[in-house]
Structure formats: C-alpha cells, structure tokens
C-alpha cells in the first residue's frame, strides 16, 4: 500500500519539544514536495509545514521540516509545544505541484497515512 508511516507522537507537558518523523512506503519522495498537517478534534486538517523537493520550508517558527530524500523520510521537529498543537499529525506528498509547497489545502495532497497522535496536556 502506497502511503506514509508516521511516528514519534506522544503526550508532552506544554513547553517541551518533540520529532515527528514519517517514511515513504512504496514510492519516492525526492520529486515532490512534502507537507505535515495536523488534524485537531473536530477540526478540518491543517497544514503545519512544508518543505519543497529542494529542501526549502515553508512555515517555520515552531515548526522545523526536513527531508531525507536518501531514506525516503520527513521529520517535523515541534518546539515549545502548545496545548493548542494536540492532533493527529499527519505528512503527505503532492505530486501535482512540480516540488514546490503551493498548496495549504490537503487536497492535492496524496499517500496519506494513519497518523500519529500528539497530545500536549499538563
């Protein structure tokens, strides 16, 4: 099955960091643009991050992206975590944008894994 595998969430205290990280199965990254998006209870998914297929982020401030092209992965490194942040984190490929981040809709967006849950809560 053609999708990403994220992991790395977990519950955190407000004000800690984490490194979420996602690998491509069943296809190549290095063409495409990555996104991370996140899905909040009851909410619409949200895009957080992108980077482009030469390594350009797009949306930084808490929010660091990289891309391993190599090992067809993607991480999200969250800083100074918010209970605001508390999703579902999702990273997807658009393959419809010629490697750059256009998009902050999903809907371009293609190999959507099961996600992973972040949890921020004192």
């Known amino acids: 099955q053609l999708q990403f595998v994220e992991s790395g969430g977990r519950l955190v205290q407000p004000g800690e960091s984490l490194r979420l990280s996602c690998v491509a199965s069943g296809f190549r990254v290095i063409y495409d643009a990555i996104g991370w998006f996140r899905q909040a209870p009851g909410k619409e998914r949200q895009l957080v991050s992108c980077i482009t297929s030469g390594g350009k982020s797009k949306i930084g401030g808490r929010f660091i992206i990289s891309r391993d092209n190599q090992k067809n992965t993607a991480t999200l490194q969250i800083n100074n975590l918010e209970p605001e942040d508390t999703g579902v984190y999702y990273c997807?490929?658009?393959?419809?944008?010629?490697?750059?981040?256009?998009?902050?809709?999903?809907?371009?967006?293609?190999?959507w894994g099961q996600g992973t849950q972040v949890t921020v809560s004192s």
């Open positions: 997807a490929q658009d393959t419809t944008s010629g490697g750059n981040c256009r998009s902050d809709d999903p809907s371009p967006y293609s190999y």
